[in-house]
């Protein structure tokens, strides 16, 4: 610029040459404007892309490392932990991590987040990655549709991390027997879903959260009984062994299944749709709905070993319930210990004598039920030990009408009710076999082995009386014998002269037959023969005989 | 100092470059040196405006190149975006305090040097102090001697981008930070180049 002057003094031709001169070098400035344009636009671009920043709380925060442990979501690494720091109460960890963009609609109030380490399950094996790149931390979206920016995270995964289409489904049980996180739920055999979670309610019961995937969700309807089906069950009935089981994994680590329960609808539990029961087996998921039990209690004057908790009350051999406590109690009249059972009865399980004895309104209520069993007390209803099983000694109750049994007091105001007894059947058999063994005890044994010994002696004696002189003579007897058949062979030999003389005989004999059949075929042509005797013309006739003669 | 002649008073041009001093009279039309043919100039036309352009366009690129990652590796280990300064840092803390002081000179130092000394170049130039003149020269040679120094993080990046690619077990890619320190020694280079040093002598009006 300051040299512009000089030059245009001495020369003409300068003046344009600096214009262009002038105008090319403010070309250059393109490139900061070019560099800041650039710059601005990455900046930009960077503002525009930077995600939410989120806080999480954990327990632990074992593993995880500032810029390095990623956030990671379906496997996809959505964000980056920036700040680990603890709680002001020193209680937890507080992790923050700036997640990319787009991530903002995954950050629901209920989302989910948890450590993903290396774990090793009966059912599954998981995260093994994890071993060799650190930990990472995975995100489940939620449902609701409040945004969130702080975390508790959870200590350990959720089951279904990638959400898959389905159900989710709440099944409640007085225990949840060996089922595990993760443990199949099979629908005829097909695992169709698994258990994610598993809750001890306040009450005590167990709450197992199961998930059935599509398309398979479609099988849980309203009428679908859960049972456990964990284990193996063996069964042995009157068709053989049967052993039944869903898988050998759901052996190892338990299993749910369901099925379509009887066709009939059964209210689900809690009324809640998405509810039910979780049942102990496939038979008592199948069985009819027992409906509330009603409890009796009976005293039993005899010793009731066998009798278990949870023996079978049958009532004409129906099984309606079983027994839930056997006691001893005291009378002070007699000084007596009465065995006390109480046993809970399902009116239902009596099936259609149920629906009429309903349908009559005798079910209505307590009192109407004590009156009920009244008359059936009165026409002999009475509660009996009975043996379940000579083997094993088990003893279950049966209810059972005995109308020969003595007249017993019902009173239908005691609550449980209180069934009139009569003893067992067993105690009856075990007096049999009494009465048979002193029968048997009463035996002159001794008397009956002194006679058999004096006996024996006496057949002894003749014993020996035999072998001394009958025997030699049954020899010579039975060598003559034997002379007397070889002579008999000997003659009856085919090379005899009895023989060889009864041959030639009988070929006498045959010929004579011979012409005296000739002779009477003769006289039957000629009977004239008889008086003039052969006719002369008839001897060409000769040859024709002879030839028949030579025949045979 | 002694007051020396300049060029201008004696009519005459130095060629940048053969190093010939022509006779301002002998240049003809074209104003090529005699004898290397290349085009002659007193002062390198708009020398302070070009350098300065690109001295600008060089800082604004280094914002992008600090912060940017440079390098991508991915392995068993997991995976990193590293930052020049974040590598440094990672060498340093990692004990390898030779290799962090290296990569801090030639990536950090250098560059800094240098909008530094051209700045001042500028400055000086602009304000035509005389003040340090020789020193102000060496500092400009030493500016254009290092300049390039700065792309052993380039070359870095390239040969570890290019060696390491064992899929699973480990791979590295170059990530966009990389390319703007690229442009930053290019672009720095240029400034440098289109500096003229001469403008360092010239006295004031």
């Known amino acids: ?552 | 100092m002694t007051p020396l002649r300049q060029s201008l008073e004696l009519g005459l041009v130095l060629c940048r470059t053969c190093g010939l001093a022509v006779s301002r009279a002998s240049l003809g039309m074209d104003r090529r040196c005699r004898r290397c043919r290349s085009r002659i100039e007193h002062r390198t036309p708009l020398s302070t405006e070009t350098t300065l352009a690109w001295l600008i366009a060089g800082i604004v690129f280094y914002i992008p190149a600090n912060l940017l990652p440079v390098m991508h590796t991915s392995g068993l280990l997991g995976e990193a975006d590293s930052t020049i300064l974040g590598g440094i840092l990672e060498f340093w803390r990692s004990g390898n305090w030779d290799i962090a002081l290296l990569i801090f000179i030639a990536s950090v130092a250098v560059p800094f040097t240098k909008f530094i000394a051209i700045g001042l170049l500028l400055l000086t130039v602009r304000k035509n102090s005389r003040w340090e003149q020789h020193q102000r020269t060496v500092l400009y040679r030493i500016v254009e001697f290092i300049g390039y120094w700065s792309m052993l993080d380039v070359i870095v990046v390239a040969l570890t981008s290019a060696l390491m690619q064992f899929q699973v077990l480990g791979t590295a890619e170059p990530r966009p930070g990389i390319a703007f320190f690229c442009a930053v020694v290019v672009v720095t280079m240029l400034s440098a180049s289109s500096f003229d040093p001469r403008l360092i002598w010239d006295r004031g009006t």
Request: glycine share 8%.
């Open chain 1, 1 to 552: 610029m300051s040299t512009a002057p000089t030059p245009s003094s001495e020369e003409e031709l300068p003046t344009p040459a600096i214009r262009n001169r002038r105008w090319i070098p403010r070309l250059v400035w393109v490139v900061p404007i070019a560099a800041a344009v650039i710059g601005i636009s990455l900046l930009i671009r960077n503002w525009q892309n930077a995600g939410p920043h989120i806080t999480i709380s954990f327990l632990s925060g074992e593993g995880v490392q500032v810029g390095k442990t990623l956030v990671k979501y379906r496997d996809v690494t959505v964000g980056r932990v920036s700040d680990i720091v603890l709680s002001s109460d020193h209680e937890t960890v507080l992790v923050s991590a700036d997640l990319s963009k787009d991530t903002a609609s995954l950050l629901k109030a209920d989302t989910q987040f948890w450590i993903v380490r290396p774990r090793i399950g009966v059912g599954s094996v998981s995260g093994l990655n994890t071993l060799l790149s650190g930990v990472y931390i995975g995100l489940k979206t939620g449902t609701a549709t409040r945004r969130e920016r702080q975390f508790a995270g959870l200590e350990n995964p959720p089951a279904l991390s990638h959400g898959p289409r389905g159900r989710e489904l709440q099944l409640h049980a007085a225990r949840a027997g060996s089922l595990a996180i993760g443990a199949p739920v099979y629908f005829r055999q097909f695992q169709v879903g698994r258990v994610i979670d598993e809750n001890l309610l306040p009450d005590g019961s167990t709450r197992v959260t199961v998930f059935v995937e599509a398309p398979y969700d479609g099988f849980v309807k309203a009428v679908t009984r859960f049972w456990n089906a964990s284990g193996i069950n063996v069964k042995l009935g009157a068709d053989g062994l049967n052993v039944e089981t869903e898988s050998l994994a759901a052996v190892l680590a338990g299993g749910l299944a369901f099925d379509d329960g009887p066709t009939e609808a059964v209210p689900a539990a809690a009324g809640i749709p998405g509810e039910y029961i979780l049942y102990k087996n496939e038979t008592e998921a199948m069985a009819p709905p027992d409906g509330d039990p009603h409890f009796i209690r009976m005293r039993f004057a005899q010793a009731l070993r066998g009798l278990e908790v949870g023996a079978p009350v049958e009532f004409v051999g129906v099984n309606i319930g079983s027994v839930v406590a056997v006691d001893l109690g005291y009378e002070d009249q007699d000084r007596s210990f009465p065995v006390i059972v109480t046993a809970k009865l399902y009116p239902r399980r009596m099936g259609q004598a149920y629906e009429v004895l309903a349908a009559q309104g005798k079910t209505g209520s307590d009192e109407t039920i004590a009156a009920f069993v009244g008359t059936l007390v009165n026409r002999g209803l009475r509660a009996q030990p009975r043996s379940a099983s000579l083997l094993t000694g088990k003893l279950y109750i049966a209810l059972d009408f005995l109308p020969a049994s003595p007249r017993a007091a019902f009173d239908a105001t005691i609550r449980p009710l209180e069934l009139p007894t009569v003893n067992g059947t067993f105690q009856e058999l075990e007096a049999g076999v009494g009465r048979l063994v002193k029968k048997v005890n009463d035996l002159p044994l001794e008397k009956i082995a002194r006679d058999l010994h004096v006996d024996l002696n006496d057949l002894h004696e003749t014993l020996s009386e035999l072998h001394d002189r009958v025997l030699p003579n049954a020899v010579d007897t039975l060598s003559a014998l034997h002379r007397t058949l070889d002579s008999a062979d000997r003659t009856l030999d085919g090379e005899s002269p009895l023989q060889r003389g009864l041959t030639e005989s009988l070929s006498e004999a045959r010929s004579t037959l011979q012409a005296v059949h000739e002779l009477a075929d003769y006289l039957d042509r000629h009977p004239d023969a008889l008086l003039r005797g052969r006719r002369p013309q008839k001897m060409p006739q000769r040859p024709a005989a002879s030839t028949s003669e030579a025949k045979p």
